[in-house]
């Protein structure tokens, strides 16, 4: 068998970002599955996907983490209370993900992002309106920075999950 079985993993640990640091503990079937869907919105969005400089829309990207919210809520729910909400659960480093990570990054950036469209002549394009925007390389800068984050809680989604081998030190 090529992946480990997820029926065998007794612990797992790694370092997570947005001030979550190390977790440590024994993954059981209703995290796991619930780390699996998580898992899979995360890697098939923006989220984790690098977004070429001339490439996409911020608004896309924006929209997209912000829809974070309501699938993890849902999952969260779906889950019940045996996904968890402390520290060493799935439910609990999720929560702090997206308030510790996502929230204050959509906070600051939305609102500026808003005003700028509202001054978009009707004449120019979304694409063109947004390359014209001061502040536009800023939020490609730290859109990649949360990316890759995001990408390291996805990486732990997948070692949960069972469905990705865990990393002794990574780097990443």
């Not at 480990?4 to 440590?24: H, Y």
């Not at 919210?69 to 019940?80: A, H």
């Not at 490609?140 to 990316?147: A, G, M, S, T, Y």
Request: glycine share 6%; proline share 9%.
């Amino acid at each position: 068998m090529p992946k480990s079985d997820p029926a065998k993993i007794k612990k797992v640990s790694f370092s997570l970002p947005f001030g979550i640091g190390s977790v440590e503990w024994e993954a059981d079937p209703t995290e796991r599955r619930a780390a699996w869907s998580l898992y899979v919105e995360l890697v098939t969005r923006i989220a984790v996907q690098p977004l070429e400089p001339d490439n996409g829309l911020l608004r896309e990207a924006l929209s997209s983490l912000y829809n974070l919210f309501p699938v993890t809520r849902q999952v969260l729910r779906e889950g019940g209370p045996d996904v968890g909400a402390t520290h060493d659960s799935v439910g609990g480093i999720a929560i702090a993900v997206l308030n510790n990570g996502l929230r204050p990054f959509l906070s600051k950036w939305h609102p500026l992002l808003q005003t700028w469209e509202a001054q978009r002549p009707p004449h120019q394009s979304p694409k063109e309106h947004e390359c014209n925007w001061s502040e536009e390389p800023k939020l490609r800068d730290e859109l990649e920075l949360l990316r890759k984050d995001l990408e390291q809680y996805a990486n732990a989604l997948a070692v949960i999950a069972g469905v990705k081998e865990e990393k002794p030190n990574k780097a990443d």
